[in-house]
């Protein structure tokens, strides 16, 4: 950059640029940057300030001149409630099954789709895998609903042929969570997976030569080469999930729970969800989703301070 | 070519390597069933006569092929009006989103603009903190957006990773197609307009096949924001349908016995119809989709 400079200046001597000079030079940049920076102040950030509905008796038509201020009142109500230890427990939960299923297996996937000598099945593995991301949120929770019913549905077939009962698995809460986390497993395999591929397609073969050289078998090559090699993506995906984790799909999950499975299923995207726009208490609705938030942000800082020290790789 | 040097080098593996790379192999076909097989379901259990399928006896292959629950589908009121608006949602949409996204990515991509730190770090924030549904939800009850088609077209102009995704691409072109540019006299709009869109062309593409794919596939905010039967788009409908049929699932039992095709099936044959779009498009834009996604989860 510097050299660059240095070159302008000698084709233009010795013109250094006023502020207003640089303004009419570039002042159209900013005609550019105007309609999303006038997006972002007020469908971003104009809400932001809307988070300070969390300290009053929000009322949607009086506005908040009209609304009964009530200090921390609605934190209070939420983190004293009944729902509070649940839905935190049921965010912590699912989020720690996503951890342990739905983030490590796309890695492997990925090896494995890598590692294959036989270019059409690892293209034809790629592309099946990847076809679930293309398909909603809706479409894939009202198959889920319905391969599940007890009646009608694929999986209690298969049952059936087993000599097993039929399950009516939406109603029961201890079969919400492995449900909710094959269901994002399939959907998003493929597409988590391909980061990760080109990741290992850019670890220089030398390395595995070099391995094999030394009389490395498989194994210890993706333990010893790939792993390493893709380490930082790793971490860098693991900081970036983690804040998703903590507000889970809600858009998912309130189509797939119902009353019967609240007690695994309610999380505080949900509850945020119900009493915010369900039961219209916005206030408190609010608060929750104001503490859900700064939990997640909280997380990715520390996360991220963790994988800087352990690897030096951080998503700032 | 490529097979010759595939065939030696499957000539040249141990005993070892090849049982490896037969288990690999055998993982890919597993997986690749499991990941087909429930949207093969869909599509046999919508095109067998119901009743089979109530029964359980369509589980790998078509049984006695009809189209009647494509016929109850296409009559189910409300259907091609929810069609007709996902189109348009999606059409519109895709362009108010990439006029918003490319315009504030070129502004964002050059280093000559002012406070460019703090306009980066403005939008990139808002990746790790935002308000949250209540917050977004008031603000688009003072703006009176409620129940409006501007509600869902504007209200979601740019995804902030997909702005990134476009500078990261913009900051990489060489700055030398602009200085020549400027030397003709040229102005950001129209080195903007002339030389960086016509050539971010595989870029843009990915960008707006996210888009698309997100308008089209998404649901939340058009069920939370939009009251009116004639606005909702397709997945807000197929959503009221799913989720009528949980509620009422013995009304349903009761009512199939003597109608043609079932609740069940009729669901299975509106999915296939709101998913075909995306499976013919699919082939085309998957390379675009994963150059995208390497990109945004590298720079976001």
């Known amino acids: 950059m510097e050299t660059q400079k240095t070159e302008m200046n000698k084709k233009l001597p010795k013109r250094k640029l006023s502020v207003w000079a640089k303004f009419k030079r570039d002042g159209d940049l900013l005609l550019l940057l105007l309609p999303g920076l006038l997006w972002y102040l007020l469908f971003t950030y104009r809400p932001m300030a809307g988070l300070r509905i969390a300290f009053y008796e929000y009322n949607l038509f009086r506005g908040i001149e009209g609304s009964r201020f009530v200090g921390w009142s609605n934190f209070i109500q939420f983190l004293s409630g009944p729902d509070f230890s649940q839905t935190v427990i049921n965010t912590l939960m699912i989020a720690l099954w996503q951890l342990l299923i739905v983030f490590p297996l796309p890695i492997l996937l990925a090896i494995a789709i890598t590692e294959m000598k036989n270019k059409w099945v690892s293209k034809m593995t790629q592309t099946a895998t990847f076809l679930p991301y293309f398909i909603s949120v809706v479409v894939v929770c009202g198959m889920v609903i319905n391969f599940l019913s007890p009646s009608t549905g694929i999986i209690n077939f298969f049952i059936r042929k087993l000599g097993g009962e039929p399950i009516y698995f939406m109603t029961k809460p201890e079969y919400f969570r492995p449900i909710y986390t094959l269901m994002t497993l399939w959907q998003t395999a493929g597409f988590s997976s391909i980061v990760y591929i080109a990741a290992i397609m850019g670890i220089d073969p030398a390395l595995y030569e070099a391995a094999k050289v030394d009389g490395a078998t498989k194994i210890q090559q993706i333990r010893h080469v790939t792993l390493p090699g893709i380490m930082p993506i790793i971490l860098v995906m693991l900081v970036l999930n983690i804040g998703k984790m903590v507000k889970v799909g809600f858009e998912s999950i309130i189509l797939l729970y119902q009353p019967v499975t609240f007690s695994t299923a309610d999380v505080i995207a949900t509850y945020v969800y119900r009493t915010g726009l369900t039961n219209r208490n916005y206030g408190l609705a609010t608060a929750a989703g104001l503490f859900e938030a700064v939990v997640a942000l909280l997380l990715v800082v520390v996360a991220n301070k963790l994988s800087k020290k352990v690897s030096q790789t951080s998503i700032w | ?300």
Request: without cysteine; hydrophobic residues 50%.
């Open chain 2, 1 to 300: 070519m490529n097979e010759k040097k595939q065939l030696s080098e499957t000539a040249f593996m141990t005993r070892n390597e090849k049982i490896f790379n037969g288990i690999m192999v055998f993982i890919g076909i597993v997986v690749t069933i499991l990941s087909l097989y429930p949207i093969y379901y869909v599509v046999i259990a919508s095109l067998s006569k119901p009743l089979f399928v109530e029964n359980g006896d369509v589980m790998f292959w078509l049984k006695s092929p009809t189209l009647a629950s494509y016929a109850a589908a296409a009559k189910k009121p409300g259907i091609w009006t929810a069609y007709a608006n996902t189109i348009f949602y999606t059409a519109a949409g895709v362009l108010v989103n990439m006029f918003f996204t490319t315009t504030m990515a070129y502004a964002l991509s050059k280093k000559q603009l002012i406070f460019k730190k703090f306009f980066t770090l403005l939008t990139v924030f808002t990746l790790w903190f935002n308000a949250g549904i209540i917050p977004t939800y008031v603000n688009f009850v003072d703006f009176k957006l409620i129940d409006t088609r501007t509600a869902i077209l504007v209200g979601f102009a740019i995804n902030t990773y997909n702005l990134i995704i476009l500078k990261s691409f913009f900051e990489q072109l060489p700055e030398s197609i602009e200085e020549a540019a400027i030397i003709d006299g040229a102005r950001n709009l129209s080195i903007f307009w002339r030389i960086y869109l016509p050539l971010s062309k595989p870029a843009l593409a990915t960008v707006g096949m996210f888009y698309a794919v997100a308008r089209w596939n998404g649901y939340f905010w058009a069920m939370s924001l939009l009251n009116s039967d004639s606005k909702i788009p397709l997945q807000v409908f197929l959503k009221k349908m799913i989720v009528d049929k949980i509620s009422n699932e013995t009304d349903a039992a009761i009512l199939t016995t003597n109608s043609l095709s079932s609740p069940t099936t009729v669901i299975y044959a509106t999915i296939v119809i709101s998913i075909i779009p995306m499976l013919i498009v699919y082939p085309f834009v998957q390379k675009y989709f994963k150059s995208g996604a390497t990109i945004g989860a590298v720079k976001g």
